[in-house]
């Protein structure tokens, strides 16, 4: 069996509904069912647990105990309808029980891959609705850049227009520049980080903090302190670390220095006046 199973078996110790009897004397068919999708193997189907009927007229469940090797827990479901006299197998399948262990919902591969996953040669392809991105609203072409209206405009214009994004297929959507913003807020060098915590500066004074552009600039930047674990790593503005480019410590000697004491309460006789003494 493969996927993700949705269904488990309805509490089997409920007390019984009422089955129509012809369809609760089918369990011999429902068992010679569960068998034949036991690859033959008889021993794989346990005794019957219990018996349900279906939503529909003229149909019922017989639940087999599933002695499968690794189903410990699961239950052969056989569904067997039709009136009396011509009643079939609907169905025949193998459903975890309340206390069986199944294997996790599934999720997208873009949400199990990590940042860590992505190793040299790897391809790590953006879907076409990938909400983080939108198309860009203007492109600049080189060579309308030369000439009389490039002089007219400016020098440095293709510089601001790449800055803003323009010429790119396309740049950062509102919810993505959110999610990198949520990301980097909670993340190793975000502001409610220890390291912050106890740091005496923010990075947003720091002369190595070199602010990012765009509308993010106001709050995150990037670090150029080599000397520190934040360097160049986007950091926010709010972060600290003891690595501050104000940060001054007290370079004065670390030696004891005794008071000097003036004895001016003592009079002092020259060697002169002793001597003739």
């Known amino acids: 069996m493969t996927g993700t199973i949705d269904v488990v078996v309805p509490e089997l110790a409920d007390p019984p509904e009422t089955v129509a009897p012809h369809l609760a004397a089918a369990q011999d068919l429902a068992r010679a069912a569960a068998v034949d999708i036991a690859d033959g193997d008889a021993g794989q189907v346990g005794d019957v647990v219990a018996v349900r009927p279906e939503d529909v007229p003229d149909a019922a469940t017989v639940y087999f105990a599933a002695e499968k090797p690794g189903y410990r827990g699961w239950y052969w479901a056989v569904t067997v309808a039709g009136p009396d006299g011509d009643v079939t197998v609907s169905e025949v399948v193998l459903l975890p ?13 873009t949400e199990r891959l990590r940042a860590e996953d992505l190793g040299p040669g790897d391809l790590l392809p953006v879907e076409e609705d ?122 004065g000697s670390i030696v004891a220095v005794a008071d000097l004491v003036y004895d001016d309460g003592v009079e002092m006789e020259s060697e002169t006046t002793a001597a003739r003494s």
């Open 97 to 109: 029980g309340p206390d069986s262990v199944v294997a996790p919902a599934w999720v997208p591969w």
């Open 130 to 251: 990938d909400e983080r991105l939108v198309p860009a609203h203007a492109a600049l072409d080189p060579d309308e850049e030369e000439g009389a209206e490039a002089d007219a405009a400016g020098p440095g214009v293709r510089e601001v227009g790449d800055e803003l994004g323009m010429g790119r297929p396309r740049v950062m959507s509102r919810e993505g520049r959110l999610d990198a913003a949520v990301r980097w807020s909670d993340g190793d060098f975000g502001p409610g980080t220890e390291m912050a915590r106890a740091a005496s500066a923010h990075c947003g004074t720091c002369g190595f903090y070199l602010p990012v552009a765009g509308s993010l600039r106001a709050a995150f930047g990037v670090c150029g302190n080599g000397n520190v674990p934040a360097d160049g790593h986007v950091v926010h503005a709010e972060y600290g670390c003891g690595g501050h480019s104000e940060l001054q410590v007290d370079s």
